[in-house]
């Protein structure tokens, strides 16, 4: 017993209430433009009637997985490249034709991106009628003889309709024929000649009608045209006064709500029509007004949704069938709104800037808003949510929202380019387009009109002609009335017989009377006769003379006739030739008006860049006058800045020409010193040690030198060992001291040194510049290379090699080695004295402290690397 109670949750009242009501799918229809060129490469392949597949084109960046995969949609049909005009409407527009005359609702709307053929398929161009046309050429094509007298309906402010009697709407048509300056557009006349644009529109062998139509009631067709222009609403059937001087802007309308909660225009001009004729007039007359533009993808680009509105309204007859109810409540209204949305765009595509930008953010704006509605609401049918739908966002939601709330049906041709360069824009289309068809909208029910019997007005008709039948046959009987009254006259005027009773043969008094009456009207029967033969004769001549100039007359009109069919030809092709110029006259005014407004379009952006090409001109010159002063400013520092470095780099040459003799001094110094102790020590190892004698004064340098360090002017005494012996460091020969010729290359940009161990080659041949005459005579080369060591101290590199002759015949050199000769100055910080001097040597088993780094013997070390050996390098302090 729970699980009754367990399912109520407040999810099941809605689905058990929607149940009773049946749904059907928004009707989704898919149109492929043919392209603009054969060799354009095509993205969309027509799979089946109801399916497409889309491939991705060359030059699209791929997946994840570094390609597209195929995409199929489908729809309730697709249309392909070949489908005519009239098989679309079949499909399409005709069963909302047909429900609109059944007194029910439809919408049916063109979507896609700009430049798919959304205009084409709902207007089309002379000899391929669009949905627009047909729609209305198929809704009088089936109301046409039962429609009402002018201003027999009458709308109201407030999206109702009213009836007016015989004699009101007599009134009000007198009143508005003769009231020309009326701010009411006046309704065409259907007695005109028909447009002949449109007239070539649809052909008759195309035209249809509708089966089971309601005779017995009266047919009114009201139209209305709106576009909706960065999302304000405009009317495109208001007369506004013309003011060259001071033209007014039009007025935008606002949206209501009916007593039935339906939404509708304020305002808005509804224009009586009763012909398809005088209805696309109307939508020619509004459509002049609409707003088109010029864009990098679409030379006429619609740039505001337009909205074309038929209204029907109906009411039946009584129950003589001769009038109509004069009851509003029997009055049934039903509207089919053709709905032209603009196209989506990209604006890196188009190109767009100023009022053609925003016109395009507004329309992109507009169409996310109508697809955030269809998720919402099929978020709400498919998952039981009670989300509130976001209508009032934008102008075309919130118009239309009675249609997805269930008062008709909707019905939507999705129009796709199947160029590659749309490929994008498509890819969306067909989300959105496969988004809508999982909403469901509410199947309108039958309303039925009244109670009456049907048949009503085929009675009357039957009565009407019985009795006008009736009134024909009565003429033929008052001429056989006459007829015998004459004969009456005529026998009255002969001589009355005497009153006399003939009772005997031989009555000689009666019978003498009675001859003498009858002689007497005899003569008189013989006068008649005669007076009858000569009027006869008289009028037979007169008929003979009458057939003889009837006969003329006849031969005359026969050639007058002639002459009349010659004429009528002439008319005839004169009055196809002015049909032919007259729609060519308003083709090209209306190419002339779209001419027009592209030429304001133009003189407007004309406008806009001549003054941002003067402000960019004004611009250029500030910041060329800028540039200028600039460069002025720039010489001038650059000037000062050159002459400062001149002087910083005169004074740095004589710093380090000072620096350099400097070296140069405590060079030889050192040199000095060396001297000494090598002398002595070859001189006695055990006798005292001797001072060396004071190193000569400096030279005086230059104030700008006082900083640098001064050499020390005392030595220290060099620890001597034990054995007595001097000390003899073992070091190696140098490579150079072979048997083999060399090469000895020293440049003339060297510097002599005077320093005490100098490379000297035996039985080399020393030259300057490398020469093949040179290198032919030896067997080895060495290079004599100088450059400034990192503590700023001239470095010598001897880079030695092998000479070969090369199979050419010529000498080449292959390095095997280099030596390095390096000087250490001794006024280098104690930190590098220590990381260079710190450790322990050893000689025949004797210890030596080699602290004191002035009195440090010469060490000669190598090494390798990459088969080169590192050359001989000389400390001395």
């Given at each position: ?219 009114s067709v009201f139209v209305s045209y709106i576009e909706i222009y960065n999302n304000y609403i405009y009317d495109l059937l ?252 005529l026998l009255d005027s002969l001589p009355a017989l005497p009153a006399c009773e003939l009772v005997d043969p031989t009555d ?370």
């Open positions: 017993m729970q699980r009754p109670a367990k399912g109520k949750t407040p999810r099941r009242p809605p689905l058990k209430k929607t149940s009773h009501t049946q749904k059907d799918p928004v009707g989704v229809y898919c149109r492929i433009r043919p392209l603009g060129a054969t060799d354009e490469e095509c993205c969309i392949e027509m799979i089946s009637s109801t399916t497409i597949q889309l491939h991705a084109p060359d030059g699209i960046k791929a997946n994840r997985n570094g390609e597209y995969k195929e995409t199929q949609y489908s729809f309730k049909k697709v249309f392909g490249i070949q489908t005519s005009q009239i098989e679309l409407f079949e499909d399409v527009a005709k069963p909302l034709v047909d429900d609109l005359i059944h007194c029910k609702n439809g919408l049916l709307f063109t979507y896609g991106v700009t430049g798919s053929g959304k205009t084409f398929t709902m207007t089309g161009s002379p000899g391929e009628g669009g949905l627009l046309p047909r729609s209305l050429d198929m809704l009088f094509n089936s109301i046409g003889p039962l429609q009402a007298k002018r201003f027999v309906f009458r709308t109201d402010d407030k999206n109702g309709m009213e009836i007016q009697g015989q004699v009101d709407a007599l009134l009000e048509r007198q009143k508005r024929e003769s009231n020309q300056q009326s701010t009411v557009p006046k309704t065409p006349s259907s007695k005109q000649k028909p447009d002949p644009e449109f007239a070539d529109m649809i052909s008759p062998e195309e035209a249809c009608k509708c089966e089971g139509v309601d005779e017995d009631s009266c047919y208001e007369d506004t006064p013309i003011d060259p001087i001071r033209p007014k802007p039009p007025q935008s309308k606002i949206l209501r709500e009916d007593q039935n909660h339906n939404m509708y225009v304020s305002g808005c001009t509804e224009v009586e029509v009763k012909s398809t004729e005088e209805a696309f007039e109307v939508f020619w007359r509004g459509q002049k007004k609409r707003r088109i533009a010029d864009t990098q993808l679409n030379r006429e680009s619609s740039r505001s949704h337009s909205v074309f509105i038929v209204k029907l309204a109906q009411a039946p007859l009584d129950a003589d069938g001769d009038h109509i109810l004069q009851d509003k409540n029997q009055v049934t209204v039903s509207q089919l709104c053709l709905v032209d949305l603009a196209g989506s765009e990209r604006t890196s595509r188009t190109k767009a800037e100023g009022s053609r930008l925003r016109e395009a953010g507004n329309i992109n704006q507009s169409l996310m808003t109508l697809r955030t509605c269809i998720e919402v609401l099929r978020e709400n049918q498919m998952c039981g949510t009670n989300r509130m739908v976001p209508y009032r966002d934008s102008k075309v939601t919130h118009l239309f929202k009675n249609y997805f709330d269930g008062e008709g049906k909707v019905r939507m041709v999705v129009c796709v380019n199947p160029k590659a360069d749309d490929y994008e824009e498509t890819m969306l289309v067909m989300r959105f387009a496969e988004l809508t068809q999982e909403v469901e909208v509410a199947r309108p029910v039958d309303r039925p009109i009244c109670s009456l019997a049907a048949g009503r007005r085929h009675r009357n008709q039957a009565f009407r002609d019985e009795l006008s039948r009736r009134q024909e046959e009565r003429p033929g009987g008052s001429n056989n009335t006459e007829d015998g009254s004459v004969l009456n006259q000689e008094q009666i019978l003498p009377r009675l001859i003498e009456v009858l002689e007497r009207r005899h003569r008189i029967r013989q006068m008649i006769t005669e007076q009858y033969t000569r009027t006869a004769n008289t009028l037979k001549s007169m008929l003979q003379e009458f057939d003889g100039h009837l006969v003329a007359k006849e031969t005359f009109i026969q050639e007058q006739r002639g002459k009349l069919g010659e004429k009528d030809k002439i008319m005839f092709n004169q009055k196809n030739e002015m049909d032919r110029l007259e729609k060519k006259s308003k083709m090209l005014e209306y190419k002339i008006d779209i001419l027009q407004k592209t030429t304001n379009i133009y003189e407007g952006d004309k406008r806009s860049l001549q003054q941002e090409l003067e402000s960019r001109e004004q611009r250029l010159q500030r910041e060329l006058s800028e540039r200028k002063r600039m460069e002025a400013r720039m010489q001038g520092m650059v000037s000062d800045t050159k002459h400062q470095w001149e002087k910083e780099c005169e004074r740095r040459v004589n710093a380090k020409q000072l620096e350099m003799q400097n070296k140069l001094w405590v060079k030889d110094e050192k040199l000095k010193q060396l001297k000494a102790i090598v002398s002595e020590s070859n001189n006695s190892a055990t006798s005292e040690q001797q001072r060396p004698p004071p190193p000569p004064d400096k030279p005086q340098r230059n104030s700008r030198e006082k900083d640098q360090p001064r050499a020390p002017e005392k030595r220290s005494r060099s620890p001597l060992p034990t054995t007595g012996t001097p000390i003899r460091p073992h070091h190696r020969r140098s490579h150079s001291a072979g048997g083999q010729r060399w090469v000895d290359h020293k440049p003339l940009s060297n510097l002599d040194l005077d320093t005490v161990m100098q490379p000297i080659i035996p039985n080399a041949i020393k030259v300057s510049a490398a020469s093949e005459k040179a290198l032919s005579k030896c067997h080895k080369y060495v290079l004599t290379h100088q450059e400034l060591a990192s503590d700023g101290e001239i470095q010598t590199k001897l880079i030695k090699g092998d000479v070969f002759r090369t199979r050419g015949g010529g000498q080449a050199v292959q390095f095997t080695d280099i030596e390095t000769l390096r000087q250490e100055c001794p006024t280098v910080s104690s930190r590098k004295r220590r990381s260079s001097g710190d450790g322990s040597g050893q000689h025949n088993g004797n210890k030596m402290n080699w602290n004191d780094r002035e009195n440090r013997a010469p060490v000669a070390s190598t090494s390798s690397a990459l088969g080169l050996q590192n050359g001989y390098q000389k400390r001395r302090k």
